[in-house]
């Protein structure tokens, strides 16, 4: 999975946007918003990897709706809300979307 991070300045606050280089990746671009920080970002990292080889769930929704994260033992699935699909748009391992995190983690803490 090939990306890129950017930031827009909008009046006083910063949008972090995600383009992505496969359209199969396109729920991940869901993901741009202004309020992430590195923490939020460290408790979503950290979310993912309690379901790996384990039998615990974890359920994230993005602010604004648009986005369903739902991870367990088997990988990390994500449901555009936008959609009436009853099946996920995009499901990873769930280390390509810890390391995807970790390098989202970084750019917003470089550009905060």
């Known amino acids: 999975m090939k990306y890129k991070f950017s930031k827009y300045k909008i009046s006083n606050s ?3 946007d995600i383009d992505v280089e496969d359209d199969d990746f396109y729920p991940i671009t869901l993901l741009r918003f202004s309020y992430w920080t590195p923490q939020i970002i460290q408790q979503l990292i950290d979310g993912v990897l309690s379901t790996k080889d384990s039998d615990k769930e974890y359920k994230y929704q993005t602010e ?3 986005l369903y994260i739902y991870s367990n033992d088997y990988g990390v699935q994500f449901f555009d809300l936008n ?7 995009l499901v990873l391992p769930h280390d390509t979307f810890i390391d995807f995190l970790k390098d989202f983690k970084a750019f917003v803490e470089t550009n905060s």
């Open 14 to 16: 910063v949008l972090y």
């Open 64 to 66: 604004g709706d648009d």
């Open 83 to 89: 959609t009436q699909k009853q099946d996920a748009d």
